[in-house]
Structures are given as C-alpha cells and as structure tokens.
C-alpha cells in the first residue's frame, strides 16, 4: 500500500474514475446511477461488508481510497490504531499530509483493512478503483452509495447485499 498526498491521488485518479469528472478531488455524483445503503449493524459485520465491497469495486484493480473527511466523530476514531498500521508500511506522515492510500491489486487485504477503518472511524472516504467501471462513496453519516454506468453492475452489487441481509435506502 503507498500513502498519497491530494496531488499525487489526483493525478492517480484523472481519467481513471467516474466520481472525478471535474477538478483535482473527488466528488459525489447525483447524475449517475447508483445505490445507497446503511451501514450494517451491529459494528462486528462491517469486516464482511467491507470485504464484500473491496472485491466487488476491484475485479481485480488496483484501488484508491481517498480520505477527503475525518474528525467529525473524534470519539469514534482510533488514531493510535490508524497510524501504527501507517507505521507498519514505513510511513510517518499525518493523515492530512497523505489521504489517500493506494491499494495493488495484490493488496486487497489492505483495501479490506482501510475501508473497515474509515467506515468505523466515520470519515468519508471515496474508492476509485483503477477501472472506472465503478466506484463508490462511504459517509461519515453511516451509508455507502455505490456508482455503477451500468444497471447490471448495480443489480449484481445490490444481489449481494441482499444476500448479506442489506437492502438499499430509499
């Protein structure tokens, strides 16, 4: 995993992505067609959710994810916790130095691991897999809207929540 600055993902994201059709940050799209889910409860069953959406954004891609909002639930968050795993990759930067953290294609365990973090954590996060087939936004308000140009990709993703017990929101 490699910890990007917004200038670096940026450059990373441009072209790459549907949530980056303007500007240097992304940003959540009304246009495109998407799916809006809660967070599942109780916390336990975020690794599954988590895991499920790392392997269904990637197909096999690398994958950003983009911290673009953190602090807004400071009780929640368990910085100890985020910066020893940075630590762990040989990075000592803050999180705002560095937001984004770039996935390989072979790390998907480490996609799975931040996307837990973020979605625990309560920061917004976006996930912009190298193919811009999809992608997906996670709020600090506990949901996740997935974007998809194609309706079979959405009715596939929406088959697996399902079968997760998740339906989408309204």
């Known amino acids: 995993m490699q910890f990007l600055t917004d200038a670096e993902a940026a450059a990373w994201a441009r072209g790459r992505t549907l949530l980056m059709p303007f500007g240097d940050r992304p940003e959540r799209q009304p246009r495109l067609p998407s ?35 953190y602090g807004v639930w400071p009780s929640n968050e368990n910085t100890h916790l985020y910066y020893r795993l940075r630590e762990s990759y040989g990075d000592h930067r803050l999180l705002h130095e560095a937001p984004a953290h770039l996935c390989l294609k072979h790390e998907a365990a480490d996609l799975i691991t931040v996307l837990q973090l973020a979605l ?12 811009d087939h999809v992608a997906a936004f ?4 506990e949901f996740v809207e997935w974007y998809s140009r194609s309706p079979d990709q959405l009715a596939e993703f929406q088959a697996g929540l399902a079968r997760m017990n998740i339906e989408p929101q309204a």
Do not use: K, M, N
């Open 35 to 69: 799916l809006r889910f809660a967070l599942p409860q109780p916390a336990h069953r975020l690794f599954a959710f988590s895991s499920y959406i790392a392997s269904a954004i990637t197909s096999g891609d690398s994958c950003l994810v983009w911290i673009t909002e």
């Open 120 to 131: 625990l954590f309560g920061w917004d996060a976006y996930l912009l897999p190298e193919s």
């Open 138 to 141: 996670c709020s600090h308000d």
